[in-house]
Nanobody, 123 residues
């Protein structure tokens, strides 16, 4: 049984920083690409960032480029999203996800999902 468990998140003022973590269990972490998505109230879930299984390739949504960084530590079977200079529009529930194969931006391509964690940015 594959499980993705998220931690981090919370409330922060605009301009602040937060780090989200996602740990996995139940399968070989190294073979899977991973990604972060978010869903704001009243909106559809959207792509935020993705990373290849090796960590050598990363992809970021235009809205977070220059502010967010995605990384992973395969030895710890963990993935991270470092979020800096947060804005009110970053407020959302953030989800981590994984899939075997290449890192992609399409939500439906991911097979496993974390439980979601709330990030609230106050202006």
């Amino acid at each position: 049984q594959v499980q993705l468990v998220q931690s981090g998140g919370g409330k922060v003022q605009a301009g602040g920083s937060l780090t989200l973590s996602c740990t996995t269990s139940g399968r070989t972490f190294n073979n899977y690409a991973m990604g972060w998505f978010r869903q704001a109230p009243g909106k559809e879930r959207e792509f935020v960032a993705a990373i290849t299984w090796s960590g050598g390739g990363t992809y970021l949504a235009d809205s977070v480029k220059g502010r967010f960084t995605i990384s992973r530590d395969n030895a710890k079977e963990a993935m991270y999203l470092q979020m800096n200079n947060l804005r009110s529009e970053d407020t959302a529930v953030y989800f981590c996800a994984s899939r075997m194969g290449t890192a992609v931006v399409v939500e439906t391509a991911y097979d496993y999902w974390g439980q979601g964690t709330q990030v609230t940015v106050s202006s």
